[in-house]
């Protein structure tokens, strides 16, 4: 309250009344938490947590508090620029130049044989909803995709039948008040603390507060799973199927249904 913590990035730069506030979502990683970002003049100063129990309460990662400077680095674009049809060379333009070549661009190689839009797996759903609105309605592609990454046939079958939909309306998934009630969670190629930092304060303390036990399928017991207090299986990566088969069937792990089994991207690339 006397001032004695100060982040070292904000102090002495401006005032709290100075500051404009917007809520917003950390883009971070996958894990929605919620935000609130401070800036002046166009400048963000600061960005602190939001508040969103069924979230990350009111809590964020260093990540999502302090790692937002990259929006001003020296060598990020400022203004627009398009490509010269004669010389080839980027030259500056204007906003509503800029959107005229976009759209002519985009309406060539739509006719040309498609377009394909890459929007990343780290948005909302609000904003994934608008990527793919624009992709059906405006560019007639159905080709819309989260993943940048090698990928199969089995993942988009899986994702189709288990996951698309849940737990947007209630009708299941798992969501982070079910992590700290779960008396076993099992992580499969998933490292919370690098990859997910609100699931792994969720899981930090449902081990420490509510018991939980954490088994990871992971070569070796990193920093990150210490912290929320996990039992290595130790697991060769690729392996991580037959290690979750071999969970199952022992029943020592404590691996039933009432289990929760976290599986990081990279899994996608393992049978």
Same mark, same amino acid.
């Given at each position: 309250?006397?001032?004695?913590?100060?982040?070292?990035?904000?102090?002495?730069?401006?005032?709290?009344?100075?500051?404009? %506030?917007?809520?917003?979502?950390?883009?971070?990683?996958?894990?929605? #938490?919620?935000?609130?970002?401070?800036?002046?003049?166009?400048?963000?100063?600061?960005?602190? %947590?939001?508040?969103?129990?069924?979230?990350?309460?009111?809590?964020?990662?260093?990540?999502?508090?302090?790692?937002?400077?990259? #929006?001003?680095?020296?060598?990020?674009?400022?203004?627009?620029?398009?490509?010269?049809?004669?010389?080839?060379?980027?030259?500056?333009?204007?906003?509503?130049?800029?959107?005229?070549?976009?759209?002519?661009?985009?309406?060539?190689?739509?006719?040309?044989?498609?377009?394909?839009?890459? +929007?990343?797996?780290?948005?909302?759903?609000?904003?994934?909803? #608008?990527?793919?609105?624009?992709?059906?309605?405006?560019?007639?592609?159905?080709?819309?995709?989260?993943?940048?990454?090698?990928? %199969?046939?089995?993942? /988009?079958?899986?994702?189709?039948?288990?996951?698309?939909?849940?737990?947007?309306?209630?009708?299941?998934?798992?969501?982070?008040?079910?992590?700290?009630?779960?008396?076993?969670?099992?992580? #499969?190629?998933?490292?919370?603390?690098?990859?997910?930092?609100?699931?792994?304060?969720?899981?930090?303390?449902?081990?420490?507060?509510?018991?939980?036990?954490?088994?990871?399928?992971?070569?070796?017991?990193?920093?990150?799973?210490?912290?929320?207090?996990?039992?290595?299986?130790?697991?060769?990566?690729?392996?991580?199927?037959?290690?979750?088969?071999?969970?199952?069937?022992?029943? /020592?792990?404590?691996?039933?249904?009432?289990?929760?089994?976290?599986?990081?991207?990279?899994?996608?690339?393992? +049978?």
């Amino acid at each position: 309250p006397v001032g004695a913590l100060t982040s070292e990035s904000y102090r002495f730069r401006s005032r709290p009344f100075d500051l404009v %506030s917007t809520p917003s979502v950390a883009e971070h990683d996958a894990c929605g #938490a919620s935000i609130r970002v401070d800036h002046r003049r166009g400048r963000v100063m600061r960005r602190l %947590s939001g508040d969103d129990p069924a979230v990350n309460e009111e809590w964020i990662t260093d990540k999502d508090r302090f790692a937002f400077t990259y #929006a001003t680095a020296d060598d990020r674009l400022r203004y627009p620029q398009v490509r010269d049809a004669e010389t080839g060379d980027l030259r500056p333009a204007s906003w509503p130049e800029a959107f005229a070549v976009a759209a002519r661009g985009l309406a060539a190689a739509r006719d040309a044989g498609g377009v394909g839009v890459l +929007p990343g797996g780290r948005l909302t759903a609000e904003d994934a909803y #608008a990527y793919g609105k624009l992709a059906r309605v405006a560019l007639g592609t159905n080709d819309v995709d989260f993943r940048a990454r090698p990928l %199969s046939v089995e993942e /988009a079958d899986f994702l189709a039948a288990h996951v698309v939909g849940t737990g947007v309306d209630g009708s299941g998934g798992v969501t982070y008040a079910d992590l700290e009630t779960a008396q076993t969670v099992v992580l #499969a190629g998933l490292e919370p603390e690098d990859e997910a930092g609100t699931i792994f304060l969720r899981l930090r303390k449902a081990s420490l507060q509510h018991g939980t036990r954490v088994l990871a399928l992971a070569p070796f017991t990193s920093r990150g799973l210490r912290k929320v207090g996990a039992t290595l299986v130790p697991t060769a990566p690729g392996q991580e199927a037959a290690s979750l088969a071999a969970l199952v069937e022992q029943a /020592a792990h404590g691996v039933d249904k009432n289990a929760i089994v976290l599986l990081g991207e990279r899994l996608a690339t393992s +049978p």
